[in-house]
């Protein structure tokens, strides 16, 4: 028994291994949909939303759901962000979604390859040109405009 209990306070302080946590900024009451909404990268009124429909549909259990999510879900820790990860397709960094998984091994090596083979191809035509009498004939045009 005090191992469970050991072991449900470790994942709930590490937000489940899935970074849910009960949000910091976007409360109203304690935090839970604003977390959830954090998590799923999508705009907390929609988890509200969603929270006040099921409401309707299940009565008092989305109350006594949303309580045992408020024991279940810690808080964020004071000074933590929310997870990034590098998006291949934007080229930037973007909130660790839930249900966004990144491209596969393969694809990524596939992809890297494709840049490489096309960086060698544009280094292959400088060499070329950097190598020929037009090189030489552009060069020496430039330097009589200069003089």
Known sequence: MHYKQHNFKHNRERGWDRNLYRSRDEKRIAGVCGGIAEHLNVE???IRLLF?????????????????????????????TINMEYDEEQHQYRPRNAFKYGASTSSRLQKAKQRIDAALARTQRMEAYVTSKQYELNKEF??????
């Open 44 to 46: 907390p009124w929609i």
């Open 52 to 80: 006040v429909g099921s409401f309707f549909m299940l009565g008092g259990l989305s109350i006594l759901l949303y309580i045992i999510a408020v024991f279940a879900i810690d808080k964020r820790p004071k000074g933590s």
């Open 142 to 147: 430039a330097r009589m405009q200069d003089s």
